[in-house]
């Protein structure tokens, strides 16, 4: 297990979390990275990126009022499964 600082990127550390997780985490390795929350995008979007790029998000948690943690590990993620719902028209 590693950890990882980008706290010091602010909004722009989505490029060098995949650099390290390709090339500093060993396949089913975890890695701890903390990153400035900033605006609450980066929460979503870094799970988003992480998922794309085919690491499994284990735990993304508050770290402090302006921290945030997530634990990935370097393992393909499972395939999110997508409900569609149907809604039905009533005739009356």
């Known amino acids: 297990m590693k950890r990882f600082d980008l706290r010091f990127l602010k909004n722009d550390f989505y490029d060098r979390m995949l650099e390290l997780l390709d090339k500093q985490i060993a396949t089913e ?13 980066n929460i979503q979007k870094s799970a988003d990126v992480i998922y794309e790029a085919g ?7 508050k770290f402090n009022e302006v921290d945030w943690t997530l634990v990935v590990k370097k393992v393909k993620p499972e395939p999110k ?7 039905s028209e009533s005739n009356e």
């Open 29 to 41: 390795e975890t890695a701890i990275i903390m990153f400035e929350i900033g605006d609450f995008s």
């Open 55 to 61: 690491y499994t998000l284990m735990n993304s948690i």
């Open 81 to 87: 499964v997508i409900v569609e719902s149907v809604e």
